[in-house]
């Protein structure tokens, strides 16, 4: 599956923290009906045998909706169960590394903080950038802050798409407007949410406003 801007419009990253009433699966599938355009299942906290076997089924319900599914991480899992895409942290294996495991047939997403980082992810051969966190996160408490104007930076420095994440909620998603991201990635705001479905329905119509 080729990587394109519109893929990043709503970009949900799982996070079991948030499955104690309904399971992940269920919530995913409500975000997907929601209108969510690429799906990262990340676990941390799995054995690469049931990490594989989540895996097969969130990629099998993503296939069902046309939504790219990607891995968090793990490289062995992402080309086990032929994801569309593999995403590794500036703490994960080198982007360079990831391409030559994967080939060139699967999405790759590096996350960066600052514009050197995302010029080396860019020419390691990275498809997209998650810059984060924009805003102040719960969700990730090691994470740092990335300026508005670094932010902007960036996309400008890189010619793939950028999606931002960390702390983003429909309310401050407006404030990304002008800065040349092509989407965010959502965790909280998508997953700690009672009704997912409605949520993400408002979510993707501001990303569309704001960045479309």
Same mark, same amino acid.
């Given at each position: 599956?080729? #990587?394109?801007?519109?893929?990043?419009?709503?970009?949900?990253?799982?996070?079991?923290?948030?499955?104690?009433?309904?399971?992940?699966? !269920?919530?995913?599938? $409500?975000?997907?009906?929601?209108?969510?355009t690429c799906v990262q299942l990340r676990e941390k906290n799995l054995s690469d045998e049931k990490f594989l076997?989540?895996?097969?089924?969130?990629?099998?319900i993503c296939q069902g909706y046309n939504v790219p599914f990607i891995v968090n991480d793990n490289v062995k899992v992402a080309c086990e169960c032929n994801a569309d895409g593999i995403?590794? %942290?500036?703490?994960?294996?080198?982007? !360079?590394?990831?391409?030559?495991?994967?080939?060139?047939?699967?999405?790759?997403?590096?996350?960066?903080?600052?514009?050197?980082?995302?010029?080396?992810?860019?020419?390691?051969?990275?498809?997209?950038? %998650?810059?984060?966190?924009?805003?102040?996160?719960?969700?990730?408490?090691?994470?740092?802050?990335?300026?508005?104007?670094?932010?902007?930076?960036? !996309?400008?420095?890189?010619?793939?798409?950028?999606?931002?994440?960390?702390?983003?909620?429909?309310?401050?998603?407006? $404030?990304?407007? %002008?800065?040349?991201?092509?989407?965010?990635?959502?965790?909280?705001?998508?997953?700690?949410? =009672? =009704?997912?479905?409605? $949520?993400?329905?408002?979510?993707? $119509?501001?990303?569309?406003? #704001?960045?479309?």
């Amino acid at each position: 599956m080729k #990587c394109n801007r519109e893929i990043l419009k709503l970009y949900a990253v799982t996070d079991r923290a948030w499955s104690d009433k309904k399971t992940l699966i !269920c919530q995913i599938e $409500e975000a997907l009906s929601g209108g969510v355009t690429c799906v990262q299942l990340r676990e941390k906290n799995l054995s690469d045998e049931k990490f594989l076997e989540k895996a097969l089924e969130v990629k099998k319900i993503c296939q069902g909706y046309n939504v790219p599914f990607i891995v968090n991480d793990n490289v062995k899992v992402a080309c086990e169960c032929n994801a569309d895409g593999i995403h590794v %942290g500036q703490g994960d294996m080198v982007a !360079c590394k990831v391409r030559e495991k994967i080939g060139s047939g699967m999405i790759l997403g590096v996350s960066v903080q600052t514009v050197e980082e995302a010029i080396k992810a860019w020419n390691d051969g990275a498809d997209y950038l %998650g810059v984060g966190a924009v805003f102040s996160t719960y969700t990730k408490l090691d994470a740092v802050n990335v300026s508005s104007k670094t932010l902007e930076t960036i !996309c400008k420095a890189v010619p793939i798409p950028v999606v931002a994440i960390g702390g983003i909620t429909k309310e401050n998603i407006y $404030e990304l407007k %002008g800065t040349g991201v092509d989407g965010v990635a959502l965790v909280s705001a998508i997953f700690a949410k =009672d =009704d997912i479905t409605t $949520e993400c329905r408002k979510l993707l $119509e501001i990303s569309e406003k #704001c960045f479309y």
